[in-house]
Nanobody, 124 residues
């Protein structure tokens, strides 16, 4: 059974940093593209950033480009989201997702597995 478990969320002041982690099990992790999404209350789930199966390619939404970094460690079955210069509008539940195609997909449709999410709250 596949499990994706996010951690590292919390409460931070604007301008601060957080590092989210996503631990994967039950799948051949190194074959999967991984995405990070977020969903704020009353809003649709939106793509934040993603990384391909090898870690050699990343892609970000315009809203986080230059502030967030996605990385992965295939030996540990982990994917990370480093978030710097956080803004109140970054407040949301953050989810990691796995795509068996191996590439980066910037839409929620098509991902095979999802984590349960971790809350990030940024105060002004």
């Amino acid at each position: 059974q596949v499990h994706l478990v996010e951690s590292g969320g919390g409460f931070v002041q604007a301008g601060g940093s957080l590092r989210l982690s996503c631990a994967a099990s039950g799948l051949t992790f190194s074959r999967y593209g991984m995405g990070w999404f977020r969903q704020a209350p009353g809003k649709e789930r939106e793509f934040v950033g993603g990384i391909n199966w090898s870690g050699g390619s990343t892609y970000y939404s315009d809203s986080v480009k230059g502030r967030f970094t996605v990385s992965r460690d295939n030996a540990k079955n982990m994917v990370y989201l480093q978030m710097n210069s956080l803004k109140p509008e970054d407040t949301a539940v953050y989810y990691c997702a796995a795509d068996s195609k191996g590439w980066i997909r910037n839409t929620a449709t098509g991902y095979d597995y999802w984590g349960q999410g971790t809350q990030v709250t940024v105060s002004s």
